[in-house]
Nanobody, 128 residues
């Protein structure tokens, strides 16, 4: 079993920055693709960013492209989400997710059902 713990959320003014971290523990002997999602009150969980197992490939939702950066440190079993130029519409609970299996070929996943493990979430609130 794998546990994911997010941190780094908080309250920030519009235009500000935050850096989220997600540490994986448990059966993390193999690095697999990971992603960040978010869910605002009354809305469905939506894709934010994804990163391949090596970190060599990344992909972003159009709404965050150019403002957010996903990265990972496999030696630390940690994935990061650097968020800049934050907007009030970025307010949500942010979740990291991890796949259980290693995939050959394209290693980027944007659907919640593609992931097997989820963190508990961290709140990000952007004030105007």
């Amino acid at each position: 079993q794998v546990q994911l713990v997010e941190s780094g959320g908080g309250l920030v003014q519009a235009g500000g920055s935050l850096r989220l971290s997600c540490v994986a523990s448990g059966r993390t002997s193999s690095s697999t693709a990971m992603g960040w999602f978010r869910q605002a009150p009354g809305k469905e969980r939506e894709f934010v960013a994804a990163i391949s197992r090596s970190g060599g490939s990344t992909y972003y939702a159009d709404s965050v492209k150019g403002r957010f950066t996903i990265s990972r440190d496999n030696a630390k079993n940690t994935v990061y989400l650097e968020m800049n130029s934050l907007k009030p519409e970025d307010t949500a609970v942010y979740y990291c997710a991890k796949r259980a299996s290693i995939s050959l070929g394209v290693d980027i996943y944007t659907r919640p059902r593609d992931y097997d493990y989820w963190g508990q979430g961290t709140q990000v609130t952007v004030s105007s």
